[in-house]
């Protein structure tokens, strides 16, 4: 049974921001930069955008003009979008349903597109992108989807980049006795359909890859780990809690063992949670 596809809480979104921007791998970044560097006003779809923060992360990088659709399923993270990038931005205007930005020298237009791209995996290539972008979005999407959003961007010309695509690479410490099996139960977790198909999870980056690399794309990525420390305590206490009730939803993990590790991981020294950033340049 397909599930809706998986919606996230501006809450969660809004606390996970920091140790996202801090963790992209810029040098990656900077090798998509130089590839838009020519264009002079530059077409950029973010697949799953929620509240905007793949933009406010990348805009400031890229050129001083600059038009984003950001797609996602969920009305209310589009409102939560338009509010927050007027925040986020030095003025702003409306032009229509367009969002307007000016940031330093950079005016960003912004369109919002209520989409369901787990059902047109290629709806990005209708916007006529230079870029198509995603944070923390493919580890949701089935190997189906991957091969149909590759087959949709053969021939485009569009590059691809996904930021903090989760590959399973996690340590906590001090160590704790469950450790192994809340790894497992959460592991069996991020594989439950999201609404696009078994879940991905920890092989997205692989599978995304393949697919990419296999459409006529040079693949290449890199590392991009959150390292959390005490000064990140409030998402580290979420972290916990949201993995700990992953692992006894997927039926590996009894509750009370699992209550009892998120209660020792809420106070943990130090959390690094593994991700992987991918650019994919079509050949030539």
């Not at 801090?22 to 998509?32: D, F, K, P, V, Y």
């Not at 020298?105 to 912004?110: F, L, P």
């Amino acid at each position: 049974m397909s599930l809706a596809p998986a919606t996230f809480s501006d809450d969660w979104l809004s606390l996970r921001e920091p140790a996202d921007h801090r963790s992209r791998n810029m040098a990656l970044e900077a090798e998509l930069v130089r590839h838009l560097e020519d264009v002079d006003a530059q077409r950029i779809v973010d697949l799953g955008a929620g509240s905007g923060s793949n933009l406010r992360a990348l805009a400031p990088r890229l050129g001083l003009r600059q038009h984003w659709v950001l797609m996602d399923h969920d009305g209310a993270l589009a409102q939560a979008a338009r509010a927050r990038l007027k925040a986020f931005a030095d003025s702003w205007r409306e032009a229509g349903d367009t969002l307007v930005l000016s940031l330093g020298a950079r005016e960003i237009r912004v369109d919002f597109a209520i989409a369901d791209l787990a059902r047109d995996p290629a709806a990005p290539r209708a916007f006529g992108p230079h870029l198509v972008t995603a944070s923390a979005f493919h580890d949701l999407v089935s190997a189906d989807w991957c091969a149909s959003f590759a087959e949709g961007m053969a021939g485009s010309g569009i590059l691809i980049h996904a930021a903090l695509i989760c590959d399973g690479q996690d340590a906590w410490a001090p160590p704790h006795p469950a450790d192994a099996a809340i790894a497992e139960g959460f592991r069996a977790h991020q594989g439950i359909d999201k609404g696009f198909g078994p879940a991905l999870g920890p092989d997205a980056a692989q599978v995304l890859g393949a697919a990419l690399a296999g459409a006529g794309y040079d693949v290449g990525q890199a590392q991009s780990p959150w390292r959390l420390v005490p000064g990140d305590r409030a998402l580290i206490k979420k972290l916990a809690v949201g993995t700990a009730a992953a692992a006894v939803e997927s039926g590996r993990v009894d509750a009370a063992s699992a209550q009892d590790w998120a209660r020792h991981r809420a106070d943990a020294d130090a959390c690094a949670i593994g991700h992987l950033d991918l650019l994919a340049l079509p050949h030539g």
